[in-house]
């Protein structure tokens, strides 16, 4: 055989290997950034004052240990941390990942270090974000292990002097840990060096595992709704979470369902959002389309519900709220070709907040839930106002409105667990294979 051929043939199969070899990777944990600590609506939230003694300075010297639920894993996995809304450099050292045991303590052995480009450090600046190296998770052996469902990853890291404005998402339903200021800790196992608890995420917005071919990710889009507001704390009650168990249910891992919901978020509004002026419900969904959703890997799939803050919070018109989706869908479907676009109809709000409840907002949302049902931009309608609406009042089931977590009546806009749970139950697993 000539040795041309013999040589187009050697490299033909070392591509091949190499593009075998090469990790499918897919985000499996987000947590949008949605401004500067301390701007936003947390749920259940511990008194952070000593942790975090003046709001505008931030961390100091600190190290985080957030935990965070994967909806798969990988023998590999790669963080992502964000200083979007910081107005300063921000230093990261030390940073670990390991298997939550309990509380803020990590199962021993299974804590490795991540790097960033190979370095123990990284700094991030004012507006940036930055993706880790790959970190091999020692835990995880096979990750189809029914034992590593429902199982939550810690991951710690160090904040080196003052980071002032502190990137965060506010209501994270999930308690995390926080240590005093000093050494950095995020090596350690033992939760003896994180004396403060909160209920919100720092920093971290993504975590991506090295999946198998073919598995792919859909992102859960939207506000508070979607972000769990009225649900339980640390029991992953969110509809996101409710339908991501019914994906693995029917599909086993080729899916991960991932939660960009931000409480008070809107799809127009604001019309601009900076560090200097934010306000509590983010920027809009708009403009953040292509860092929570597009700049994520293995995106194959949108479920979008959002509207009623546009109405209740600002009074903008059906009209605009429609074009917003409109502009929307095609930006995301000219930078994600393939991608399938499904829509949520609102639930009611009749009755409940004096800003959300009045008939003028529910008679908007009507006209956009008609509009959801017969548009054709959309691959597919979750009726979420069918699943949760009491037809004989107009408002949310009686029984899905006490509050789950903290107790009390609850408020009429946000379902409880029970609502939530009927609202994951009324997205089409069939959207994503099988019959």
């Known amino acids: ?8 043939l050697g490299f033909l199969v070392a591509a091949t290997s190499q593009a075998a070899a090469a990790p499918n990777w897919v985000v499996a944990w987000t947590g949008s950034t949605q401004g500067p600590y301390p701007i936003g609506n947390a749920t259940a939230q511990p008194e952070l004052k000593f942790a975090f003694p003046a709001p505008e300075k931030g961390a100091t010297d600190q190290t985080f240990r957030l935990i965070v639920h994967p909806d798969i894993w990988g023998k590999e996995a790669r963080i992502r941390l964000s200083n979007a809304f910081g107005t300063q450099p921000v230093t990261f050292a030390g940073a670990h990942v390991g298997l939550q045991l309990s509380g803020a303590a990590v199962l021993r052995g299974s804590n490795a270090a991540i790097k ?3 370095k123990d450090s990284v700094t991030v600046a004012p507006g940036a974000s930055v993706l880790s190296d790959p970190v091999a ?5 096979d990750p189809n292990d029914t034992m590593l469902a429902g199982r939550k990853l810690a991951v710690s890291f160090h904040v080196v002097g003052g980071s002032g404005p502190m990137t965060w998402h506010a209501k994270a339903l999930q308690t995390s840990y926080i240590g005093a200021s000093g050494a950095n800790h995020a090596a350690e196992d033992a939760e003896t060096a994180f004396p403060f608890s909160t209920t ?3 920093f971290l917005d993504a975590v991506v595992m090295a999946a198998p071919a073919g598995t792919k990710a859909i992102v859960a889009f939207g506000d508070s709704i979607t972000d769990g507001t009225a649900s339980t704390i640390n029991g992953d009650d969110r509809w996101p979470d409710v339908f991501g168990r019914r994906i693995h249910a029917a599909h086993g891992n080729k899916y991960a369902v991932v939660n960009q919901g931000i409480g008070g978020n809107q799809v127009v509004g604001p019309a601009s959002y900076t560090p200097e002026k934010p306000i509590s419900g983010g920027p809009s969904a708009i403009s953040r389309l292509d860092r929570d959703i597009v700049s994520l890997p293995g995106v194959a799939a949108v479920v979008w519900l959002e509207g009623i803050n546009d109405f209740g ?8 709220v429609m074009q917003g989706y409109r502009d929307g869908v095609a930006h995301l479907r000219a930078k994600i070709p393939g991608v399938k676009i499904y829509i949520a109809t609102l639930t009611t709000a009749l009755g ?13 949302r009507k006209t956009v839930n008609a509009w959801f049902r017969s548009e054709k931009i959309f691959d597919g309608v979750a009726d979420f106002d069918a699943a949760t609406l009491d037809a004989t009042t107009g408002k949310l089931r009686p029984d899905y409105v006490p509050g789950s977590s903290v107790g009390g009546p609850g408020d009429g806009l946000h379902p409880n667990r029970a609502g939530y749970a ?5 997205v089409d697993t069939k959207w994503f294979g099988g019959k």
Do not use: N
């Open 116 to 118: 960033f480009g190979g």
């Open 200 to 202: 919100s995420w720092y």
């Open 422 to 426: 009927a609202m994951g139950r009324a």
């Open 137 to 141: 998770l020692s835990f995880v052996k």
């Open 1 to 8: 055989m000539p040795r041309i051929l013999l040589a187009l």
């Open 352 to 364: 409940s907040t004096p800003t959300h409840g009045t008939p003028e907002v529910d008679a908007k």
């Open 313 to 320: 919070t600002a009074s903008a018109s059906a009209e605009a």
